[in-house]
């Protein structure tokens, strides 16, 4: 049997032409989507992240307003910042970059943003719409997990998923995800036992166990669907995902490579997001 590469480069390029196109037609009815990022302090990650999503949004013509401010800001600081760009109407879309010097509770810095502007989908509205099955923004690592899933393809509904994960940006927003396309759902975690046994019973296998190449072909049934949301640097200083993609490729059917494979979906999804928060007609 032949493995497909599902190709995230590829697919994420499509997403954000797409997104071009409607920045275009917005643009020509008067609005020009914009996107503010908030980072406090140097992170060096942080600032590689931030700078991804500039180029990204400068590239489909979202205007990208990025705010730094010192390490030493205080949660009042922050928080009013935050209230005035909820209530500042050229503003769509807002993003706190992840993680904030320890002195800010990162808590309420999520609940302070809009839910109609969250566009990261981490805001208790967005996130319990997404399990009620409402309309709200998603969080943009699972959502290009589904978009890697819908066009290559791969039909969700009646399979065995299984989601390797639980955390609050991946792990759960993925199970509603598939959940939502009829999928057959378990969430799989440190507490689960027996796990190969869970793991080889998935059709579609989504690993975001943030542990590199965690998952080798023990973990899978033949024919399955690989999907890694990991990122590390290995000994050598190279990227590898949570599967250790080497044992898994031909046990498989399809499988994402790290790099190139769930990683460039996050920031296409972001700007996705971003051009649906300008459209203003999300009922949130
Ligand atoms: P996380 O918050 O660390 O969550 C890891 C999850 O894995 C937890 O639910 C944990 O279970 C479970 N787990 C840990 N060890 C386990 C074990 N031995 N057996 C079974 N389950 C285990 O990670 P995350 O934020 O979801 O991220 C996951 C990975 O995706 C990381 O590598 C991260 O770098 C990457 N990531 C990539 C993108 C992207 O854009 N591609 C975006 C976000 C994250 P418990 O809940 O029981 O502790």
Redesign the pocket.
């Given at each position: 049997m032949e493995t497909k590469l599902i190709d995230g480069k590829k697919i994420s390029a499509e997403i954000k032409e797409e997104v071009k196109e409607e920045v275009q037609k917005l643009k020509s009815k008067g609005i020009a989507p914009c996107l503010a990022v908030i980072q406090v302090g140097e992170d060096p990650a942080s600032s590689v992240y931030v700078r991804n999503k500039k180029k990204a949004c400068e590239y489909t013509g979202i205007r990208f307003l990025h705010e730094k401010l010192p390490e030493e800001t205080d949660q009042e600081t922050l928080l009013s910042r935050l209230l005035e760009m909820n209530e500042d109407p050229s503003v769509h879309g807002i993003l706190v970059q992840l993680p904030l010097p320890k002195h800010l509770d990162e808590q309420a810095v999520t609940r302070a943003i809009s839910p109609a502007k969250d566009v990261d989908g981490f805001h208790p509205v967005n996130a319990g719409s997404l399990f009620l099955g409402e309309e709200g923004f998603v969080s943009?690592?699972p959502a290009?997990v589904l978009q890697l899933l819908k066009r290559s393809g791969i039909e969700i509904e009646g399979k065995e998923c299984v989601v390797?994960?639980?955390?609050?940006?991946?792990?759960k927003p993925m199970a509603a995800l598939l959940l939502s396309e009829n999928g057959t759902v378990t969430v799989?975690?440190?507490?689960?036992r027996n796990?190969r046994d869970v793991t080889r019973r998935a059709d579609i296998l989504v690993v975001?166990?943030?542990?590199?190449r965690?998952v080798d072909d023990t973990f899978i049934k033949e024919g399955a669907v690989v999907i890694d949301?990991?990122?590390?640097r290995n000994e050598d200083n190279k990227l590898c995902?949570?599967v250790d993609f080497e044992k898994v490729f031909s046990k498989c059917s399809a499988i994402t490579p790290v790099p190139g494979?769930?990683?460039p979906?996050?920031v296409a999804m972001l700007l996705q997001n971003c051009v649906q928060a300008a459209r203003g007609e999300m009922n949130l």
């Open positions: 943009c690592t290009g390797l994960g639980r955390s609050n940006i991946v792990g799989a975690h440190s507490r689960t796990l975001a166990v943030g542990k590199p965690f949301v990991g990122i590390h995902g949570d494979g769930v990683g979906m996050t």
